[in-house]
């Protein structure tokens, strides 16, 4: 009994010194001490993507760790949330997603057969950036320069305006019907385009389809061409960049068109500890004069957030408000 008890002690007291030298690596080896993974819902190129990778750079130089940019697109953002949910949840893989991603994606899939509960295995870190939108008209052979005349024309000609929108169910088709919703059940045409923003310009300034939400940096070019007629702005204040160009508040539709907002996102059972050490470095690449002039050139706003807690209540309320939209109007979106 004697030697069991000491033995006892011994395998005791081993313990007690491997986890004194394991804290003491770790006080000395903060993290992070290896690579980082940032996981982008998206192919590489857009403004998700150029968000990461604008961020991976400084947080590469400030912690002198390599942070990784993968692009892991498909299925509306569940691709990139599944790998981020089976990662584990150490901090060596984060997500930065947008609003489809990370907001809509998750109302309308809750409830069905996917591999992660989304508000109970993902956490928000902060908000990166804002990205203006912009409810803009073709001028091709469409005279409509304001949303009164928008309505106006649409009441006119039912079922004869076409509005295009990159994919079915984005929150840019949500943006539009629901717009039309609210003006008086306008009867207007969704025209998916899978390129992207960059097919429906084409579609625009082609005159396939009559109106579009995009967001302002991808269509600035045309805007300043006059190839495209901007009605009116998904934004909290007119843009200095259009200055007459009425927001979707001005014009009478408070709550309608979307500002794509870029976040950060961890696994929810990582620590506070390394939680904390992302949002708070992330938080300062924001600041650095070489990310500020990539995301200012891109016409991005940058709105990082003063804590975890901040975070939690933001994407509380992002989802609650898509949660609204989502009842309000119904597109059917496949699986």
Same mark, same amino acid.
């Given at each position: 009994?004697?030697?069991?008890?000491?033995?006892?002690?011994?395998?005791?007291?081993?313990?007690?010194?491997?986890?004194?030298?394991?804290?003491?690596?770790?006080?000395?080896?903060?993290?992070?001490?290896?690579?980082?993974?940032?996981?982008?819902?998206?192919?590489?190129?857009?403004?998700?993507?150029?968000?990461?990778?604008?961020?991976?750079?400084?947080?590469?130089?400030?912690?002198?760790?390599?942070?990784?940019?993968?692009?892991?697109?498909?299925?509306?953002?569940?691709?990139?949330?599944?790998?981020?949910?089976?990662?584990?949840?150490?901090?060596?893989?984060?997500?930065?997603?947008?609003?489809?991603?990370?907001?809509?994606?998750?109302?309308?899939?809750?409830?069905?057969?996917?591999?992660?509960?989304?508000?109970?295995?993902?956490?928000?870190?902060?908000?990166?950036?804002?990205?203006?939108?912009?409810?803009?008209?073709?001028?091709?052979?469409?005279?409509?320069?304001?949303?009164?005349?928008?309505?106006?024309?649409?009441?006119?000609? !039912?079922?004869?305006?076409?509005? &295009?929108? *990159? =994919?079915? +169910?984005?929150? #840019?088709?949500?943006?539009?019907?629901?717009? %039309?919703?609210?003006?008086?059940?306008?009867?207007?045409?969704?025209?998916?385009?899978?390129?992207?923003?960059?097919?429906?310009?084409?579609?625009?300034?082609?005159?396939?389809?009559?109106?579009?939400?995009?967001?302002?940096?991808?269509?600035?070019?045309?805007?300043?061409?006059?190839?495209?007629?901007?009605?009116?702005?998904?934004?909290?204040?007119?843009?200095?960049?259009?200055?007459?160009? !009425?927001?979707?508040?001005?014009? &009478?539709? *408070? =709550?309608? +068109?979307?500002? #794509?907002?870029?976040?950060?996102?961890?696994? %929810?059972?990582?620590?506070?500890?390394?939680?904390?050490?992302?949002?708070?470095?992330?938080?300062?690449?924001?600041?650095?004069?070489?990310?500020?002039?990539?995301?200012?050139?891109?016409?991005?706003?940058?709105?990082?957030?003063?804590?975890?807690?901040?975070?939690?209540?933001?994407?509380?309320?992002?989802?609650?408000?898509?949660?609204?939209?989502?009842?309000?109007?119904?597109?059917?979106?496949?699986?």
């Amino acid at each position: 009994m004697k030697r069991v008890t000491l033995l006892l002690m011994s395998s005791l007291s081993l313990l007690i010194v491997a986890l004194s030298v394991q804290a003491q690596r770790s006080a000395q080896n903060p993290y992070p001490t290896r690579p980082v993974r940032i996981v982008v819902p998206f192919a590489p190129g857009g403004a998700t993507d150029i968000v990461a990778r604008a961020l991976t750079a400084e947080l590469k130089d400030r912690l002198g760790q390599v942070f990784l940019v993968e692009n892991k697109p498909g299925a509306d953002g569940i691709v990139a949330i599944q790998d981020l949910v089976r990662s584990g949840a150490d901090g060596y893989t984060l997500m930065i997603g947008n609003v489809g991603t990370n907001a809509i994606t998750p109302v309308l899939q809750a409830g069905k057969n996917t591999a992660f509960e989304y508000e109970r295995d993902v956490t928000p870190v902060m908000r990166l950036a804002d990205i203006p939108g912009v409810l803009v008209a073709s001028t091709q052979n469409f005279p409509v320069r304001s949303i009164s005349e928008l309505i106006d024309y649409a009441k006119r000609n !039912p079922s004869k305006l076409n509005y &295009g929108t *990159p =994919g079915i +169910g984005n929150y #840019a088709h949500y943006d539009m019907a629901l717009f %039309a919703k609210r003006a008086g059940d306008l009867k207007m045409t969704a025209i998916p385009n899978r390129a992207g923003a960059s097919g429906v310009i084409n579609d625009l300034l082609s005159g396939t389809v009559q109106i579009a939400f995009l967001n302002a940096a991808s269509t600035a070019g045309n805007i300043q061409a006059g190839t495209l007629r901007p009605l009116a702005l998904a934004n909290h204040t007119r843009l200095p960049s259009l200055p007459s160009v !009425p927001t979707m508040r001005e014009a &009478g539709f *408070p =709550g309608v +068109g979307t500002i #794509a907002w870029q976040g950060l996102f961890a696994p %929810a059972a990582t620590s506070n500890e390394v939680l904390e050490k992302v949002r708070s470095e992330t938080a300062k690449a924001l600041q650095a004069p070489s990310v500020q002039k990539i995301l200012q050139q891109q016409g991005f706003n940058i709105v990082p957030m003063a804590s975890l807690e901040e975070a939690k209540a933001w994407l509380t309320e992002e989802m609650s408000a898509w949660r609204k939209v989502t009842d309000e109007v119904k597109i059917e979106v496949s699986n």
